[in-house]
């Protein structure tokens, strides 16, 4: 599991070791990790490090300290390294001395580098690039190695209002802040420089392969169908009964238990799937562990008797699509609940469950409708950030948008309540099913040939499942 760490948390936790250690040996720890990764890049790039051509992006205060201290140590390396000092006057007075000491040129402009530092803005920067330095950034056609985060790119919410760095590589010193998940595609590959921080419990979260591969339910040598979970699914109708066999595909492909079909899908389903169980309506579905409510569902009246019926119950309900627009005007029938509740929404549907967009704080949003509903929330998204009435937070990357086509979301919510049958924990379970979907969303794009990509729909995405679970459970840590 991966841990991420607030600017604030980051910088209580530097404190003990800047008041312990002679002044600027952190910073020359992180300089000297940042180094050490744009070599590697060169030579990935460019088959070497001697003779190469570095610009570093210089900003005021220590993020621009890490990267003059870092050209100095590619200098000795034989890089021919230049500098743009952005605030001449607020540079880093240690670091500009080091660099031109060991002989690192001051530019008014790049000059046609190999690679370029970003050491504009670092965790105590707010809000987009300035104007001299958007300038300067667009013109760039060289690969972006960021100093600690993406300029411009918030490094709590990730968001980004006006111009911005996108890296290819973003090189973070002692702890992965939330931007590291929430904004990737500005951040690039992240790595990690340990530089001697002691933290404390993480901001959030982030599942990796590994541990939903461990996470997810397997039959044993001595379960049966019950055992394995019994998902029920009330999806679909008249208009879309395609929600209805995309959503019970899913429960199918993501468990080996039982599936349970309600809706006016029954024909389609059963001859897409012989191996569900149709009934009536929610009562009389027989033995369910867990329901999913609401993909390609009505608001009228059945829909509300169905939905309101089944949050009665002391089952654990994925709440989905149409059922969250009914739900948004009663949101009374999911806050007296002891039993799990998941609410999938996308940002319009948190809209009208909340009366406001999520925003570029998805994190806080969030955590404040987990918290006042007390229920899991999963917002959809690049980054899915899923969490629980405790205040903890999971975020999935999707790593693409190859997810984001029509009925992917059915599909997803399949899944999520297939896991909440087998006895996950709503969290748990949201967090697994939302990097098992992105995966089979990639796998299908990619298909066999892995290095190209072609757009998908959510058919080839539901049957790719069983081939991401795999992958996913054959990753060791």
Known sequence: MRHYFTPDQVRDAERPLLEALPPGVLMRRAAYGLATVVARELVGRTGG????????????????????????????RGVAVSAVLLKPDRTHPEGLAAFRRAGGKVVDAPDNPDLVIDAIVGISGTGPLRPDAAAIVSALDAPIVSADIPSGVDPTTGGVDGPAVRAAVTVTFGARKPVHVLAVPHCGRVELVEIGLTLPDPYIRAFEPADVGALWPIPTAEDDKYSQGVVGIAAGSKRYPGAALLCTGAAVAATSGMVRYVGSAEAEVVSHYPEVIVSADPSSAGRVQAWVVGPGFDTGERSREWLSDILASDLPVVVDADALTVLASEPELVRSRSAPTLLTPHAGEFERLTGRVPGADKVSAVRDLASSWGVTVLLKGRATVVGDPDGRVLVNDAGGSAASTAGSGDVL?????????????????????????????????????????????????????????????????
């Open 49 to 76: 490090v001697v003779g190469r051509r570095v610009s570093i992006l210089v900003g005021s205060g220590d993020n621009g300290g890490d990267g003059l201290w870092a050209g100095a140590i590619l200098r000795t």
């Open 413 to 477: 919510s399949g899944v999520l309540g297939a896991l909440l049958a087998t006895g996950l924990d709503a969290s748990v379970a949201a967090a697994c099913g939302a990097r098992a979907h992105s995966l089979a969303a990639a796998t299908a794009a990619h298909g066999s040939r892995g290095e190209f990509a072609a757009p998908i729909s959510a058919g080839p995405l539901l049957s790719a499942l069983p081939e991401a679970i795999r992958i996913l459970r054959s990753v060791t840590v």
